[in-house]
């Protein structure tokens, strides 16, 4: 869909030529093949989007885009004729090949396009050879520039202005480019912090067109927003940016409870900061949560990893071990990792270290990363004459490590051996109650 509303592009587009070292760096033998061979087939190639954005901040791309006057068809030939290995086609509708060339570097290729019918997150493309139009269906102006490989900047809509002035602008008419695709409204977000330097600049109408159409997020699929949201936790602002984002309504779309809690969540965020200290991105979810109920709504929305998951779980369990009165600060810490089974103590060590972050228990932090776990006396082995149930073994297992842990690590295997029949008589208890 071209917006009619689209503002003013310059005459010549073509408004400098790139020297930098970042401009040079992406020149490796594969690149070099691809170009050629674009060339031979007199096809116009350019890298497109976010490298060139971050090559003009002075920074080295980790990944590269491009974008081609050549069709799908015409690549695949293109490729084939030359004995390029495609890898897939899954992209090809929308006009994107990746080829593989020496077995060793991977270029996805994408047909200049127009989006002639957009649902929110998917569009049907028709297939141009008009740079312009193509990037008039860019999201924002930073990433609608091209870069050719002779270091010529295409900028047809003043991306680099913006980029130079920090200002993060939509192309065109700001409601129709969210209404295209609805994650563009956390994609607004992670590029403010991609290249803002401070966190309240926001532009007033582009906050109210989010906030206008924000309930389109229910179509954006919960893994999309989850990528977003993570980039954005990683980045500067974590904090502001995210109660930006729930002040527009964006919460319940994330998975969010009615009622978050935010001043927890700020109080865990700016704490870390302090600290100087950076919480894994679930982490600085969790303060907003009262329950597991509420992690698992989460989960539920955003389709977390089992590691985010899991984590986010421990976290909720765990958070309040600073306030149970102990005269061994540390013990509770090493009772969450030392109860595990013996292949699960690095697991659980980090998420310790975690909680003890999220705490801003600095000092402990430091006393646990030096514990040496120590090797337990018992095994189920020796248990296995003394304990009436095989698969009570692990429970009675677990009940010693506690022990031994109050102790101070400090009883003989005889000594802790000496306590089984009193906990098989209790486990038995549970089981009749």
Same mark, same amino acid.
């Given at each position: 869909m071209v917006d009619e509303t689209l503002p003013p592009s310059r005459a010549d587009p073509v408004i400098a030529k790139l020297d930098s070292p970042e401009f040079f760096s992406l020149f490796t033998s594969e690149l070099n093949i691809l170009v050629n061979l674009f060339q031979k087939y007199d096809y116009e190639l350019r890298i497109a989007g976010g490298a060139v954005r971050d090559i003009l901040m002075n920074k080295y791309p980790k990944d590269l885009d491009f974008a081609t006057t050549a069709t799908p068809d015409q690549m695949k030939e293109m490729f084939e004729k030359e004995e390029i290995r495609i890898l897939n086609v899954k992209g090809?509708?929308?006009?994107? +090949?990746?080829?593989? +060339?020496?077995?060793?570097?991977?270029?996805?290729?994408?047909?200049?396009?127009?989006?002639? +019918?957009?649902? %929110?997150?998917?569009?049907?493309?028709?297939?141009?050879?008009? &740079?312009? @139009?193509?990037?008039?269906?860019?999201?924002?102006?930073?990433?609608?520039?091209? @870069?050719?490989?002779? %270091?010529? @900047? *295409?900028? *047809?809509?003043? %991306?680099?202005?913006?980029?130079?002035?920090?200002? #993060?602008?939509?192309v065109g008419n700001v409601n129709t480019r969210i209404c295209e695709d609805y994650l563009r409204i956390l994609r607004y977000f992670r590029f403010y912090g991609k290249i803002m330097d401070s966190p309240d600049q926001h532009d007033e109408a582009t906050i109210k067109a989010i906030k206008d159409n924000v309930n389109g997020l229910q179509l954006i699929s919960g893994e999309r927003i989850w990528s977003e949201w993570y980039k954005i936790l990683t980045g500067k602002f974590a904090l502001e940016l995210t109660l930006k984002m729930l002040e527009c309504g964006c919460g319940k779309y994330m998975g969010l409870p009615e009622n978050p809690n935010i001043e927890n969540f700020q109080i865990v965020c700016r704490r870390a900061s302090s600290n100087d200290v950076a919480l894994k991105p679930i982490s600085m979810i969790v303060p907003m949560l009262k329950d597991e109920q509420e992690v698992m709504d989460v989960h539920g929305r955003l389709k977390l990893s089992n590691a985010d998951r899991d984590l986010a779980l421990f976290l909720v369990r765990y958070r309040e071990c600073t306030h149970i009165p102990c005269e061994r600060p540390l013990k509770p810490y090493q009772q969450l990792v030392f109860t595990q089974q013996t292949n699960r103590y690095d697991v659980y060590r980090?998420? #310790?270290?975690?909680? @003890?972050?999220?705490?801003?228990?600095?000092?402990?932090?430091?006393?646990?990363?030096? &514990?040496? +776990?120590?090797?337990?006396?018992?095994?189920?082995?020796m248990l296995k004459d003394l304990v009436p149930h095989p698969k009570m073994i692990g429970k009675v297992i677990t009940e010693l490590k506690k022990i031994w842990i109050n102790d101070d690590f400090k009883n003989t295997n005889s000594e802790l051996i000496d306590h089984v029949p009193c906990i098989i008589n209790r486990l038995n208890n549970k089981i009749t109650q």
């Open positions: 090809e509708k929308h006009g994107t +090949i990746t080829a593989r +060339i020496n077995d060793k570097e991977n270029f996805e290729v994408t047909t200049l396009r127009i989006d002639n +019918i957009t649902d %929110g997150r998917h569009a049907e493309v028709e297939f141009t050879k008009d &740079w312009k @139009l193509d990037a008039c269906r860019r999201d924002l102006t930073i990433n609608s520039m091209f @870069l050719d490989f002779n %270091g010529k @900047l *295409y900028d *047809y809509f003043y %991306g680099y202005d913006d980029l130079k002035n920090k200002k #993060v602008i939509f980090e998420y #310790v270290k975690e909680i @003890l972050k999220y705490q801003g228990a600095m000092e402990l932090l430091d006393e646990f990363e030096k &514990w040496v +776990i120590p090797k337990f006396p018992i095994n189920g082995i």
